[in-house]
């Protein structure tokens, strides 16, 4: 069973930092592309970050640029995502997504498999 679970979220100050972790079971990530998405109350979920099965094209949200960085460890069947220099407006609910297809742009409907997600919540 295809299977993806976030951790790695939690309470930060601003200005600090935070790694989020996906593993995921049941498939093969390497076969995978992958995102970030994240989703604040009474908003939309917004792409912050997709990458290639090659681990090497990636695109990012202006929102997150210079920011955020995904990465991928195909030997331990996980994704990433660093999270540098947060600010409150990041505070939101994060998920990790993996599709066996294409990610034109960084969205949602590109993606068929979701984890469930973490909290992060970035306040003094």
């Known amino acids: 069973q295809l299977q993806l679970v976030e951790s790695g979220g939690g309470l930060v100050q601003p200005g600090g930092s935070l790694r989020l972790s996906c593993a995921a079971s049941g498939f093969t990530l390497a076969s995978y592309e992958i995102g970030w998405f994240r989703q604040a109350p009474g908003k939309e979920r917004e792409g912050l970050s997709c990458?290639?099965?090659?681990?090497?094209?990636?695109t990012s949200a202006d929102s997150v640029k210079g920011r955020f960085t995904i990465s991928r460890d195909n030997a331990k069947n996980t994704m990433y995502l660093q999270m540098d220099s947060l600010k409150p407006e990041d505070t939101a609910i994060y998920y990790c997504a993996a599709t066996r297809g294409f990610w034109y742009n960084c969205a949602e409907q590109f993606f068929a498999s979701w984890g469930r997600g973490t909290q992060v919540t970035v306040s003094s």
């Open positions: 990458m290639r099965r090659d681990g090497n094209t990636t």
